[in-house]
């Protein structure tokens, strides 16, 4: 089973000063941050999956990528760019797709089958995803009533999805593509999505990536493997796009899934509630320090002459100064909480007492073997800045990794 990354630029910086908080005056971020696959050793991640929204933008936005950057991706392909030429990443391989989320809204997908493969062919990518359209719905009532609200519409996509796979195979081959072609499959049940595997292929794909899965719940994800498990015929490989529920990805491997692509593991260690450090058997709750300037509100009182900057400032580097000194064993867990509520006396955000309590008691960041934990110490469970929150988020990239490891072995 193999777990692709998607990109967004996400980078950390080695040479972070945790205490002064500033970067190496000589840092080049192209030349000294690092990505997922720098950091973290071994085999954790697969595959880099890079969307063509992301480098080159949409109609309605830009893209992530500076314009130098997007010059440099296109002139000395994926596999430079990313430091893939490395002996320690040369295993991973490089996916490209359209970034069909972004243009979900609009009638047809901006892009072409042609402007798609100039660009998995001129970045060098291994494997390229066909044009699709996202199918935003799951109802299986839709197979069995003709007046559903919704079916034209979903009908129309998984038509136009299907249409543009097969431009995208016939224009591959005539061009003698480097990349292997992916077709893409949308539905909105479990039938339908066996009738575009069907249909894919037909066209004469051989891999197959699974679209429009992201709000899905797992029993419909398993409901709609298990409709085209009956479809697929032995030597199709599956991929599933964008999924957000990591449990029972053993079970899909059973259905023909060879891989997929997930942020949900980086992405909640800095966008959710509570879960944002991943241990092997339970999540924990980083504790929020936010810069006084990254308070949009509290600047608002500094402005109003309501809150004194320098007491807000004061109190914010007690609540580090707390931290650090927990961590190399002065000080007890209800001074660091103290020093939280004090500061949290003026931001107005809230204190979580019990998995504060929790986090500082159990001190996970010490027992995890990753290279980032060993060296950032207390500063992982640290909810501040992009450089703790991302290694944070790479930290729980190595976790997943470890527990799907643990889950495959289980059920071989
Ligand atoms: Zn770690």
């Known amino acids: ?23 190496l005056a000589l840092r080049v971020r192209q030349r000294d941050d690092l990505y997922a696959h720098e950091v973290l050793d071994g085999h954790v991640i697969d595959g880099l999956l890079v969307s063509k929204a992301i480098v080159d933008g949409t109609a309605g936005s830009a893209g992530k990528y500076t314009a130098a950057q997007r010059n440099r991706l296109y002139r000395v392909g994926v596999r430079r760019f990313f430091r893939l030429d490395q002996t320690s990443s040369s295993h991973i391989q490089t996916m490209g797709d359209c970034g069909a989320f972004s243009y979900i809204d609009e009638e047809k997908p901006p892009v072409t089958p042609d402007q798609v493969i100039d660009f998995y062919a001129e970045c060098g990518f291994d494997l390229g995803i066909s044009v699709d359209h996202v199918i935003f719905g799951f109802d299986p009532a839709a197979d069995i009533d003709p007046h ?58 051989k891999r197959i990536a699974l679209g429009g899965m992201v709000p899905l719940k797992t029993p419909e994800i398993l409901a709609s493997l298990r409709a085209i498990s009956l479809a697929r015929e032995p030597d199709t490989q599956l991929h599933l796009l964008g999924i957000t529920r990591c449990s029972n990805i053993s079970e899909f491997a059973s259905y023909g899934v060879k891989s997929f692509d997930s942020t949900s593991a980086f992405r909640q260690a800095f966008k959710d509630d509570k879960d944002n450090y991943h241990t092997m058997d339970r999540t924990y709750t980083a504790i929020r320090v936010p810069q006084v300037d990254g308070l949009p509100k ?52 809230r204190t979580y007492y019990d998995a504060y309590l929790d986090v500082l008691t159990d001190t996970p960041w010490r027992s995890c073997p990753c290279s980032i934990c060993t060296k950032a110490g207390i500063n992982m469970i640290l909810f501040r800045g992009s450089e703790r929150n991302k290694r944070r988020g790479f930290h729980n990239i190595y976790v997943f990794r470890r527990r799907l490891d643990r889950e495959l072995n289980a059920r071989s």
């Open 1 to 23: 089973m193999k777990f692709f990354f998607p990109d967004s630029q996400d980078q950390i910086n080695p040479d972070f000063d945790f205490v002064t908080e500033e970067h």
């Open 148 to 205: 559903h609200p919704q079916l034209e519409q979903w009908q129309l996509r998984q038509q136009i999805t299907l249409q543009l796979a097969s431009e995208f195979l016939a224009l591959s081959r005539a061009r003698k593509v480097r990349f292997e072609p992916l077709g893409v499959a949308q539905g909105w049940s479990p039938a339908s999505y066996a009738a575009a595997v069907r249909s894919l292929q037909q066209i004469g794909y």
């Open 298 to 349: 509290l600047k608002k009182q500094i402005l109003a002459g309501k809150v004194d900057q320098e007491l807000a400032i004061q109190r914010e580097r007690a609540c580090l100064r707390a931290l650090r000194e927990y961590d190399v064993g002065q000080g007890s867990a209800q001074h660091v909480i103290d020093a939280i509520q004090h500061y949290n006396d003026i931001t107005g955000l």
